[in-house]
Nanobody, 120 residues
Framework: QVRVEESGGGLAQAGESLSLSCSASGSIFRIIQMGWYRQAPGKQRELVATVNAGGGINYGESVKGRFTISRVNGLNTVSLQMTVLKPEDTAVYLC??????????????WGQGTQVTVSS
């Protein structure tokens, strides 16, 4: 069984920084991609940032230049450094992993989410 778990987040004021971490564990054969999505109340889930096994990185338009995703332990652990936070960054942040559990079977795994709240 594969698990994806987030840590970090919390409260910040506008302009401040926060960091998140996500770790994948369990029966992992190979990780394709790890990343972060977020969902605010009443809004659709949106991309924050992803990093793949080749090192390719994608950022959502609203966070470019402010957020940085990094690999900490290969792709087993990734971090998200969030700077110059804005109230509109307030959301539940969910870690996502695209992971092969066997040589031929991959799936998407989601963490439970961690709340980030930014006050003005």
């Amino acid at each position: 069984q594969v698990r994806v778990e987030e840590s970090g987040g919390g409260l910040a004021q506008a302009g401040e920084s926060l960091s998140l971490s996500c770790s994948a564990s369990g029966s992992i054969f190979r990780i394709i991609q790890m990343g972060w999505y977020r969902q605010a109340p009443g809004k659709q889930r949106e991309l924050v940032a992803t990093v793949n096994a080749g090192g390719g990185i994608n950022y959502g338009e609203s966070v470019k230049g402010r957020f940085t995703i990094s690999r900490v332990n290969g792709l087993n652990t990734v971090s998200l450094q969030m700077t110059v936070l804005k109230p509109e960054d307030t959301a539940v942040y969910l870690c996502n992993g695209r992971i092969y559990s066997t040589m031929t079977t991959w799936d998407e795994y989601w963490g439970q989410g961690t709340q980030v709240t930014v006050s003005s």
